[in-house]
């Protein structure tokens, strides 16, 4: 069984009303071709931060690495208001997503088309408690880190609960958008950890997880690429 998320509360509500008034005005985006080779007609940048998650660098959210279509950013932005209903005390972080226009997004081989999210993995330290990642320039932004084939790193090691519920959230928020999650890429040791755990159950009957060794690890990070119709 997966989790079930309660109506939203006052906080999730608010959450998504100053999500949709910090766009009020704008036209919804239009991709265009794949993930790899395509791009973005108006793209809304998502926030820089929320209740319980914030953008993996401000820098890097301001030099616009953060665009997605306008139906990703708001699963993105659902999901993580049920979240604040279901664990308010984990705190999670989004990663690289793409250029408002979408194109080439260097160093990456996708998130062309406003339709790819990067998510960093949820930690605990050693006392238990929910944590942030060492996000810094001396560790490419998150991106050099490298946990062992235990899901640790350091003192912390990946919150497989938190992370699953992530999931099984943006699941839920994509379906109530008319959309879904094409893929999920994730380092193969560590997902089947994250199957093995009773929130991660079942994840695999609702959601595709790509079988093949990614071009880089997706260790520190779980990337998805959204589905929905996009025009040549």
């Keep these: 069984m997966h989790p079930v998320f309660p109506a939203a509360s006052l906080l999730a509500a608010l959450l998504l009303l100053g999500s949709a008034l910090s766009h009020a005005g704008e036209p919804a985006s239009q991709c265009f071709g ?3 080779v ?3 007609e108006n793209g809304w940048a998502l926030p820089g931060e929320g209740p319980n998650f914030q953008a993996y660098s401000q820098l890097a959210a301001l030099a616009g690495r953060t665009y997605v279509h306008s139906q990703v950013h708001a699963v993105v932005v659902d999901a993580y208001a049920r979240l604040q209903q279901s664990a308010p005390e984990v705190r999670y972080v989004y990663g690289e997503t793409g250029w408002r226009q979408g194109g080439p997004f260097a ?3 996708t998130h062309q088309n406003g ?3 990067d998510f960093f993995v949820p930690v605990r330290n050693a006392q238990g408690d929910s944590a942030l990642l060492p996000i810094g320039l001396d560790n490419r932004l998150g991106y050099d880190i490298e946990f062992d084939q235990q899901g640790r790193y350091a003192a912390l090691h990946i919150d497989y609960p ?3 519920r992530h999931l099984w959230a943006l699941h839920a928020a994509a379906r109530q ?3 879904a999650i094409q893929r999920v890429i994730f380092d193969p040791v560590l997902l089947a950890q994250l199957l093995a755990s009773k929130e991660g159950r079942g994840l ?3 959601m595709y997880f790509s079988p093949n060794k990614p071009w880089v690890r997706h260790d520190e990070h779980y990337h998805i690429d959204f589905q929905l119709p996009c025009k040549p």
Excluded: F, N, W, Y
């Design 34 to 36: 794949s993930t790899a």
């Design 38 to 40: 395509g791009r973005l």
């Design 107 to 109: 160093p990456h081989k």
């Design 115 to 117: 339709l790819s999210v």
């Design 162 to 164: 938190a992370m699953a």
């Design 177 to 179: 958008q008319g959309i």
């Design 204 to 206: 695999d009957k609702v």
